[in-house]
């Protein structure tokens, strides 16, 4: 039996020209959680319609350095209209906001920054440290889940020091991973890290929850163009209650540096105690 073929994500989050700030997208299967698009691939595409929508305008900005998403409703597998509107054309940053629509139905909706990130970052300071984790090649890989297509797609190490939460282990609220995109396109870059900082697993699974975590708000900052094919990843928890949880990522590349950071606020669920 032949292998299933996917998309690779810059297909996937592809857009085409419809006229007048507006903008064609497939949303496809291969990068859902429990049938429903990711919100960083969802992320990716406002993304490329906000740098596009921008660059008709005259901005000669290359990068989505930023985007504060709301999901409004459940986006679904098929097409999607997106439709952009542009705030301000500036020199060193540009404002875009974009919705996407199904059916005549918004679902999600983002404040996109658009602007230009060097090669190499000049560093100035950085309080943020990236995690110790064993060698990729001594981690454990953790297994694809049949319902988070995603995970074909990302390639995921963790520690195997760390408690064994994939496996329903109990521990801190927070992972810390290997992270490296596996979907036969290009590695990493500034445009795919808006991906890279939703794709973590939740970390409110080594609390017990169910892994039904759907996102209300997601904010992705993009620091730095990544320098290496392996991202280390640290997800946590700042506050879990009311069914909800405030979580944060953080993504460093091989330098050491800070590559990408989000937060998001999102709904969660528990197991019987």
Same mark, same amino acid.
């Given at each position: 039996?032949?292998?299933?073929?996917?998309?690779?994500?810059?297909?996937?989050?592809?857009?085409?020209?419809?006229?007048?700030?507006?903008?064609?997208?497939?949303?496809?299967?291969?990068?859902?959680?429990?049938?429903?698009?990711?919100?960083?691939?969802?992320?990716?595409?406002?993304?490329?319609?906000?740098?596009?929508?921008?660059?008709?305008?005259?901005?000669?900005?290359?990068?989505?350095?930023?985007?504060?998403?709301?999901?409004?409703?459940?986006?679904?597998?098929?097409?999607?209209?997106?439709?952009?509107?542009?705030?301000? *054309?500036? $020199?060193?940053?540009?404002?875009?906001?974009?919705?996407?629509? #199904?059916?005549? =139905? @918004?679902?999600?909706?983002? &404040? /996109?920054?658009?602007?230009?990130?060097?090669?190499?970052?000049?560093?100035?300071?950085?309080?943020?440290?990236?995690?110790?984790?064993?060698?990729?090649?001594?981690?454990?890989?953790?297994?694809?889940?049949?319902?988070?297509?995603?995970?074909?797609?990302?390639?995921?190490?963790?520690?195997?020091?760390?408690?064994?939460?994939?496996?329903?282990?109990?521990?801190?609220?927070?992972?810390?991973?290997?992270?490296?995109?596996?979907?036969?396109?290009?590695?990493?870059?500034?445009?795919?890290?808006?991906?890279?900082?939703?794709?973590?697993?939740?970390?409110?699974?080594?609390?017990?929850?169910?892994?039904?975590?759907?996102?209300?708000?997601?904010?992705?900052? *993009?620091? $730095?163009?990544?320098?290496?094919?392996?991202?280390?990843?640290? #997800?946590?928890? =700042? @506050?879990?209650?009311?069914? &909800? /949880?405030?979580?944060?990522?953080?993504?460093?590349?091989?330098?050491?540096?800070?590559?990408?950071?989000?937060?998001?606020?999102?709904?969660?669920?528990?197991?019987?105690?």
């Amino acid at each position: 039996m032949s292998e299933v073929e996917h998309l690779t994500l810059a297909d996937a989050a592809s857009v085409e020209p419809d006229g007048d700030g507006r903008f064609r997208a497939e949303l496809v299967d291969d990068f859902t959680v429990f049938g429903i698009p990711n919100g960083g691939y969802l992320q990716c595409v406002m993304a490329n319609a906000a740098v596009a929508a921008a660059s008709d305008e005259g901005a000669s900005h290359l990068h989505a350095t930023a985007a504060t998403t709301n999901f409004v409703s459940p986006s679904v597998v098929g097409p999607a209209t997106v439709a952009t509107e542009v705030r301000r *054309v500036g $020199r060193s940053a540009s404002f875009v906001h974009v919705t996407l629509s #199904q059916e005549g =139905v @918004v679902t999600t909706e983002s &404040l /996109v920054t658009v602007g230009t990130l060097r090669e190499s970052a000049r560093l100035r300071y950085q309080s943020s440290v990236a995690p110790v984790l064993a060698p990729v090649s001594e981690c454990v890989e953790l297994p694809a889940h049949e319902s988070l297509s995603i995970h074909h797609l990302v390639d995921m190490r963790c520690d195997p020091d760390s408690p064994a939460w994939w496996n329903g282990e109990a521990g801190d609220a927070q992972v810390v991973i290997w992270l490296r995109l596996a979907d036969g396109g290009a590695p990493w870059n500034a445009w795919s890290v808006l991906f890279a900082a939703d794709a973590v697993p939740p970390a409110t699974l080594p609390l017990g929850s169910t892994g039904w975590v759907p996102t209300l708000q997601l904010t992705s900052y *993009v620091r $730095r163009i990544p320098a290496s094919e392996w991202l280390r990843a640290r #997800q946590w928890c =700042v @506050v879990v209650a009311d069914g &909800l /949880v405030d979580e944060r990522c953080e993504l460093f590349d091989d330098t050491g540096e800070l590559v990408a950071t989000s937060s998001q606020l999102a709904m969660v669920r528990f197991g019987q105690a």
